[in-house]
T-cell receptor, first 113, second 113 residues
Framework: SAVISQKPSRDICQRGTSLTIQCQVDSQVTMMFWYRQQPGQSLTLIATANQGSEATYESGFVIDKFPISRPNLTFSTLTVSNMSPEDSSIYLC??????????FGEGSRLTVL | GENVEQHPSTLSVQEGDSAVIKCTYSDSASNYFPWYKQELGKRPQLIIDIRSNVGEKKDQRIAVTLNKTAKHFSLHITETQPEDSAVYFCAASKSFGNEKLTFGTGTRLTIIP
């Protein structure tokens, strides 16, 4: 399975600020996926990040709010912009394994005050 | 798009008994169905998956069954142990690898010693 490292693991942020989450994988992967898990809820896909092209966003998520970078095949960042308390969630980076199964990073727990 | 429903939302079983969690999906084109276990404060981890070319798959105490006609699949845990206590998520996608996973709402399983 892929080893996925996320930073920060948790943070407390002020309303109106932005935070960038980093995701590093120990092997090259074509696609990286960013999920959000609100408190006590399921996982919702925010966007799919492809190397060399713009990310593909799911309904309800926009690039201005969640800009994504994918500079190479092992790294991606997700920025949560102009945060409000409603953005308090766990943000998870994920990648496909060799057999196509999805592996998740440890997640970044954001609390917005 | 795909919609995955999961029942029950909470389940308590006596240690040693069996637990069953059920999911239904809406998109008949879906053909990959993984199950994830998420312990408190941890990342979701894949525990078993099934593809549409089989009706059942078993791995020790865990089994998954799939009924493509009825568009539902189930997770069966036998001889439950306290360490089985977690939140379980089902998911569905049109293939494995580089395809969007749609998750169910989750089932909080509690094993009573």
């Amino acid at each position: 399975s892929a080893v996925i490292s996320q930073k920060p693991s948790r943070d407390i942020c002020q309303r109106g600020t932005s935070l960038t989450i980093q995701c590093q994988v120990d092997s090259q992967v074509t696609m990286m996926f960013w999920y959000r898990q609100q408190p006590g809820q399921s996982l919702t896909l925010i966007a799919t990040a492809n190397q060399g092209s713009e990310a593909t966003y799911e309904s309800g998520f926009v690039i201005d709010k969640f800009p994504i970078s994918r500079p190479n095949l092992t790294f991606s960042t997700l920025t949560v912009s102009n945060m409000s308390p409603e953005d308090s969630s766990i943000y998870l980076c994920s990648v496909d394994g060799l057999a196509g199964e999805l592996f998740f990073g440890e997640g970044s727990r954001l609390t917005v005050l | 798009g795909e919609n995955v429903e999961q029942h029950p939302s909470t389940l308590s079983v006596q240690e040693g008994d069996s637990a069953v969690i059920k999911c239904t999906y809406s998109d008949s084109a879906s053909n990959y169905f993984p199950w994830y276990k998420q312990e408190l404060g941890k990342r979701p981890q894949l525990i078993i998956d099934i593809r549409s070319n089989v009706g059942e798959k078993k791995d020790q105490r865990i089994a998954v069954t799939l009924n493509k006609t009825a568009k539902h699949f189930s997770l069966h845990i036998t001889e439950t142990q306290p360490e089985d206590s977690a939140v379980y998520f089902c998911a569905a996608s049109k293939s494995f690898g580089n395809e969007k996973l749609t998750f169910g709402t989750g089932t909080r399983l509690t094993i009573i010693p």
